[in-house]
């Protein structure tokens, strides 16, 4: 069975603080997928990023930054100075072959973070 | 933009009145799922479709039905809806590959069950 925890449930910064959001994850699958979705006030999901298990280079897009470490089993999310524009619900999710072609999506009960002017 | 359009966006229904949720994708996806999100519990997976008429059961598919008779249309049914599945739905596309599989959501539809 795959487990998403996303143990931080709210966080609330200053505006141009850093910030990290924590994923721990559980599978017994050798290869998997690992996601970033973010959902901002109002209510979309949208993609932010997808890591395989297999790569555990750290990527950076801008003011954000991801990493993986398979050792601990988590792939924590950083915004860099953050803006209220980041002020949104973030989920991590973790994707393994389930057989048939298709790969099942498991959800971390995701953060919510709010950005103080 | 993935092209998935959800309808409707917004409804409120009775309970025990039959619902259904049409999930549209202009992209030629070959999988479509459904998603409900719920406070404390994050999404969870009700049905998805791999196919023409190729549909298998999610994580808390018990009251729900889904039905795919053409690629772009994917269909979620509530036989007879009840309080516990006010929720928002999520409807979402991806094209799985050996080398894994990105999922993109549609934009939720917000039910309430009175």
């Known amino acids: 069975a795959q487990k998403v925890t996303q143990a931080q449930t709210e966080i609330s910064v200053v505006e141009k603080e850093d910030v990290t959001l924590d994923c721990v994850y559980e599978?017994?699958?050798?290869?998997?997928?690992l996601f970033w979705y973010k959902q901002p006030p109002s209510g979309e999901l949208v993609f932010l990023i997808r890591?395989?298990?297999?790569?555990?280079q750290n990527e950076i897009s801008g003011r954000y930054s991801w990493n993986f470490q398979k050792s601990t089993s988590s792939f924590n999310f950083t915004i860099t100075a953050s803006q209220v524009v980041d002020s949104a619900v973030y989920f991590c999710?973790?994707?393994?072959?389930?057989?048939?072609?298709?790969?099942?999506?498991?959800f971390g009960k995701g953060t919510k973070l709010s950005v103080i002017p | 933009d993935a092209g998935i359009t959800q309808s409707p966006r917004h409804k409120v229904t009775e309970t025990g009145t039959p619902v259904t949720l049409r999930c549209h994708q202009t992209?030629?996806?070959?999988?479509m799922y459904w998603y409900r999100q719920d406070p404390g519990h994050g999404l969870r997976l009700i049905h998805y479709?791999?196919?023409?008429?190729?549909?298998d059961k999610g994580e808390v598919s018990d009251g729900y039905s889904v039905s795919r008779s053409k690629t772009e249309d994917f269909l979620l049914t509530l036989e007879s809806a009840t309080s516990s599945q006010t929720s928002v739905y999520f409807c979402?596309?991806?094209?799985?590959?050996?080398?894994?599989?990105?999922?993109?959501f549609g934009e939720g539809s917000w039910l309430t069950v009175v």
């Open positions: 890591r395989n298990s297999f790569d555990e």
């Open positions: 999710a973790l994707s393994a072959y389930s057989g048939a072609g298709s790969y099942q999506l498991t």
């Open positions: 479709s791999y196919g023409v008429k190729d549909t």
């Open positions: 599978t017994r699958d050798t290869t998997y997928y």
């Open positions: 979402a596309i991806s094209d799985p590959t050996e080398y894994g599989d990105t999922i993109y």
């Open positions: 992209e030629n996806h070959r999988y």
